[in-house]
């Protein structure tokens, strides 16, 4: 036992450079891994946080243009469109819809 163990140690000390070597490759690896990983969760969140700004300034837009929207529809009347030239439409077809179960039964061309 006390022969193995001094050969596992002048195997060890003769290789002690390369074995420091590899070790230490190992490690500068796992570091560059390691930055890696971290510029890619910064990118992400950055990446993130911008979409959300961009949905935010999205949904402002939107909010502001419906209540431009329903501004306006409040001024169309059957007069002011006739003012412009449209004509009230007819229909030929409509669908019936029962209030007790709410299931629509389809009359005419829809299909």
Aim: net charge neutral; proline share 1%; hydrophobic share 40%.
């Amino acid at each position: 036992m006390t022969k193995a163990i001094a050969q596992t140690y002048t195997v060890a000390h003769e290789y002690r450079v390369q074995i420091t070597t590899a070790l230490m490759a190992t490690c500068l690896v796992l570091l560059a891994l390691y930055g890696i990983n971290v510029y890619m969760v910064i990118s992400h969140t950055m990446a993130v946080q911008s979409s959300e700004k961009s949905i935010a300034t999205l949904g402002s837009t939107v909010a502001r243009l419906d209540a431009q929207y329903l501004d306006l529809s409040k001024g169309i009347t059957p007069a002011t469109l006739q003012a412009h030239g449209f004509s009230q439409g007819q229909a030929e077809s409509y669908i019936h819809r029962t209030t007790s179960i709410g299931q629509a039964h389809i009359a005419g061309n829809e299909l």
